[in-house]
């Protein structure tokens, strides 16, 4: 019999359960009971987290130490997003949107405001819409960022596994993602608003017991209720603007989590009262808490926006360059024009970092280690602040009258109306160094705007990004009394296309002010102000001397030709010199003069002058077309032989199909020549064949326009140019679908080639080889299109003496601490040997303008330090067009000062203003402005302007 065992395998495994049990126990008394203090402030402050430090960004500071941008610390309203914050999320932000929206306070001219949600959520409601801040106001642009919005929320993954359930975004085909992207758009504002209710859980405002909530998203995957369900009650509880609201904070807390650690901003340069407040209150709502962040601020508002431009946050477009270069995409702000976004890299400065522990409540409670951020350089500018003001409110004052005290001028047997003169700029160059010592542009704009979070409300989104040019046309139909034409609004601003139902109108005719635009660099006809030009030229080849005189005989016509140039006076001047030509604006002057020198030069003889000048480039060499401006700016051209080739070859592409739709063509006299109408046009639908011999004919015509070309042989280049064009008609015809073949004949390829080769040669080719076109050059019209800071920068040149030089605003950078790290020298770029007795008499005969019976006499009559100017009146548009849309001439003046030793040059230009006369009041005040010190000597003097600078 065996011996009963008392140790066996079961007992064991009881003794060691009982060892691991009790040993557990002890742990537990040991953390609840023991050192319970202990591991709860351990559990508290377990996570440790790294947090980057915005550096501030360099100032922007004028020639005498006035600081136009610079940073400040705010106080900010931050929510990191814990475990705790996500259960309390309506409760808290219940309570943080009460405490914004009570937050009322006087401002200091009387006007009350308040701390508001920061709200960049492009989504709105009543009615639901997006509202995207972009300065291109096209239907393309706009349809990116709605592409953009939705991928960047997850509607992309929701229409790919609709359409292509088992393809990941890699695997789909360049057709399948353009069909998804097709699909995205049809997505409308509200079904984005609904996806995103459901998406942020903003459901749960319900307060629904757990087996509704189940049962709910039971029937929401059975297909029984949608999204727009579930919105419904949630609406039906709550009104659309209070839960667009948590929505702002959901989407931001939602974007965030693609960045790095940091908390998201939920309301930005808050007042200093709210700030205590919140940190009174703070430990009652988790995650909330108050941080200090640099923000930068434009002291002088829209004092120079135009150059220096505005910082703001990345657009989603602008995402991934800007991640490549260690930005933070979620909350950085980079300069986004002007010199702000020029010299992003020296301005934005060094981040710092800190490395933290942080508790349950997502607060900061112990700092591990730190790293200061450095600020950037700062920029010193060319700029005189108090000139930039006066140049800015006289160039504001003149507008305003020319709209409505000094509104209708007589012209002629008509009158002209300046009412629309709401756009202008006003430019001063340092004629010995090329520095811009003022550069306004009208309207403009408060930068501010858009470096301070929440200031960009979507009223003022929609005035800048999206102005209803519908209403804005009808209020100026009626102001400029434009019944009386027939202009309708379609007419004025025809429907671009449709978004949400609504027209997309595009301004065509150049009539609504924009503030984004920098009207200094934009470039416009020249008029008159162009003949110091001409005179150099003549002057130079000897067409003309100081003293030779041409007797105006009004009206000019070339050789065996029956078109007639008009002079500028309808009595004629009589016998006049270069200087009288300047000082009355001779037209007959300088059509003859310029006639001559076409004679000796050829068709560039005016254009080789005015690239020395700076005015345009040589279109076969690889000039760069730039003054030398730091920033961004537009630039025009003189007219010259090659320059107007490219623009017919350009646009005859137009010309061309607009013929060959017609279906017949009439040369003249001759007779018709018919054809089947033939469509030109780029097709998305054509075959490639087609395609390609649609671009062969245009091909074959550009090449013909653009070729080297005698017109006494222009019989030859038709038969040859005609010759060349039947077979590839006949291509066009041959690659077109069957069923559209049979409706051309047998003859309708030797008739388009006919029509076509007539057009081209007797008409086109004709328009480009004229001497006309010189007469229209050499008064400053027909091609010529130069910006004001071109226009400043000729009269500097020519008035020193033909030196040209690069245009700047940056003097030098300096570091945080006030060490020149650069110092920018003004550079000479072109060497002009003009003769002084070109120069002499050209400043001679501007001054003459300027003096009592010159056309900007009344301007400047016993101004007590003498000057030199140019008038200007620059045709907007000829056969009554300008006036139908309310436009008439620009205002255009150019001119320098001291007349000994000049010192500046100015131009200045006003949209609408009908005479470069009427705009010269500004540059007085520029001078007045610039001299101060000087003109203070005089007891005589009274100054038409006075200046002050204030913040």
């Known amino acids: 019999m065996k011996k009963k065992r008392f140790f066996s395998r079961y007992t064991a495994l009881v003794i060691v359960m009982l060892m691991i049990f009790s040993f557990m126990g002890y742990r537990l008394s040991d953390i609840q009971i023991v050192n319970a203090d202990y591991y709860m402030d351990r559990s ?11 550096a501030p960004r360099g100032k922007i500071i004028d020639k005498n130490n006035v600081v136009l941008a610079d940073d400040k610390q705010s106080y900010n309203l931050v929510y990191m997003e814990t475990n705790e914050g996500k259960e309390n999320f309506f409760d808290t932000f219940q309570e943080v949107f009460r405490i914004l929206d009570s937050s009322v306070r006087k401002n200091s001219d009387g006007t009350e405001s308040r701390d508001q949600l920061l709200d960049e959520l492009e989504l709105k409601v009543n009615p639901y819409r997006f509202e995207f801040n972009s300065s291109a106001n096209d239907t393309e642009t706009k349809k990116t960022l709605e592409l953009l919005f939705k991928r960047n929320r997850g509607l992309n993954d929701v229409v790919r596994q609709r359409l292509y359930k088992n393809k990941t975004e890699a695997e789909l085909t360049e057709t399948e993602k353009a069909k998804v992207s097709e699909e995205l758009l049809k997505i409308t504002p509200e079904e984005v608003f609904d996806y995103l209710v459901v998406k942020y859980d903003l459901w749960k405002m319900l307060n629904l017991g757990e087996e509704e909530s189940a049962e709910l998203f039971a029937k929401r995957r059975k297909g029984e209720i949608t999204d727009k369900d579930i919105t419904k009650m949630v609406l039906d509880k709550f009104p659309p603007e209070l839960v667009r609201k948590y929505l702002v904070v959901k989407d931001a807390i939602y974007l965030q989590n693609f960045s790095s650690y940091k908390p998201v901003t939920i309301a930005a340069n808050i007042d200093k009262q709210s700030a205590f407040l919140f940190e009174q209150v703070k430990n009652n709502l988790p995650g909330i ?10 002291p002088y508002g829209q004092l120079g926006s135009n150059f220096i431009g505005y910082i703001s946050k990345i657009s989603a477009a602008s995402k991934e360059k800007y991640e490549e270069r260690g930005y933070d995409v979620s909350t950085d702000y980079i300069g986004t024009a002007g010199l702000e976004s020029a010299f992003e890299d020296r301005l934005r400065g060094s981040k710092g970092g800190t490395t933290v522990r942080i508790n349950k409540e997502g607060r900061q409670t112990e700092e591990l280690f730190s790293l200061e951020p450095y600020p950037g350089q700062n920029m010193i500018l060319t700029i005189d602040s108090k000139l930039q003001s006066i140049a800015e409110r006289a160039l504001q004052d003149k507008m305003t009258e020319l709209q409505t005290t000094n509104r209708l001028h007589r012209e002629g047997s008509g009158i002209m109306d300046t009412g629309n003169a709401t756009r202008g700029a ?15 542009s009208l309207p403009g704009y408060d930068p501010n705007l858009f470096s301070t979070p929440g200031r960009m409300t979507p009223e003022l989104s929609a005035q800048f990004f999206s102005p209803d040019l519908e209403n804005f046309g009808k209020q100026y139909i009626q102001r400029m009394g434009l019944d009386k034409y027939g202009t309708t609004i379609d007419k004025l601003f025809p429907v671009d296309s449709m978004d949400n139902s609504k027209a997309v109108r595009k301004d065509e005719s150049n009539i609504y002010p924009k503030p984004f635009t920098n009207y200094a660099t934009y470039p416009v006809p020249p008029g008159s102000t162009f003949k110091p030009l001409t005179s150099v030229a003549v002057l130079e080849e000897g067409i003309v001397t100081p003293e030779s005189r041409i007797k105006d005989l009004v009206h000019f016509s070339l050789p065996g030709g029956t078109q007639t140039w008009a002079c500028s006076s309808a009595y004629g001047h009589g016998l006049v010199d270069i200087r009288t030509a300047l000082e009355k604006s001779c037209n007959y002057f300088f059509y003859q003069s310029g006639y001559d020198l076409y004679k000796k030069e050829g068709l560039d003889c005016l254009a080789k002058y005015a690239w020395k000048f700076g005015l345009g480039t040589d279109p076969n060499s ?28 350009f646009y005859s592409k137009i010309y061309i199909a607009q013929k060959l739709n017609a279906g017949s063509y009439t040369a003249g006299t001759n007779a018709t020549v018919r054809y089947t109408p033939l469509d030109i046009s780029t097709n998305k639908k054509d075959s490639d064949e087609l395609a390609a011999a649609k671009e062969a004919l245009k091909s074959k015509v550009v090449q013909y326009i653009q070729g080297d070309y005698d017109m006494n042989n222009s019989f030859s280049i038709y038969m040859k140019m005609k010759n060349d064009l039947i077979p590839l008609f006949k291509n066009i015809i041959n690659a077109m679908p069957e069923d559209q073949k049979g409706k051309y004949k047998k003859d309708d390829p030797q008739n388009m080639a006919e029509a076509i080769s007539t057009y081209v040669t007797f008409d086109m080719i004709t328009q480009i080889t004229t001497p006309g076109n010189i007469l229209n050059a050499s008064i400053g019209q027909g091609m010529d299109n130069f910006t004001p800071v ?86 907007f548009k000829e056969n009554g067009v300008q006036e139908a849309v309310g436009r008439t001439s620009y205002g255009v003046y150019v001119g320098f000062a001291p007349y000994d030793k000049p010192e500046i040059a100015v131009c200045v230009v006003i949209f609408d203003a009908g005479h470069g006369g009427y705009v010269a009041d500004v540059a007085r005040a520029i001078y007045e402005g610039y001299f101060r010190d000087q003109l203070k000597q005089d007891p005589k003097f009274v100054p038409n302007f006075s200046y002050t600078l204030n913040p």
């Open 44 to 54: 508290n402050n377990q996570a440790v987290r790294q947090i980057s430090l915005a």
């Open 289 to 298: 808490d108050i941080s200090l962040l640099p923000i930068r601020t434009y």
């Open 426 to 440: 006003a430019v001063v160059i340092d004629v010995n160094t090329g520095g811009v010592i003022a550069m306004a």
């Open 622 to 649: 690889n000039a760069k077309q730039s003054t030398g401006l730091e920033i961004s700016e537009g630039f025009g051209n003189v007219y010259s032989n090659a320059y107007n080739k490219n623009q017919w070859a």
């Open 790 to 875: 071109q226009l400043a920068n000729y009269i500097a040149t020519l008035v020193n003496g033909g030196n040209r030089y690069s245009v700047h605003l940056v003097d030098k950078f300096e570091d945080a601490d006030g060490k020149v790290v650069e110092e920018l020298k003004p550079q000479i770029v072109d060497k002009i040997n003009l003769k002084k007795s070109t120069v002499d008499t050209i400043k001679q005969g501007m001054s003459l303008v300027t003096d009592e019976d010159g056309t900007a006499g009344k301007t400047f009559v016993n101004f007590p330090i003498p000057t030199g100017g140019k008038t200007g009146s620059a045709t």
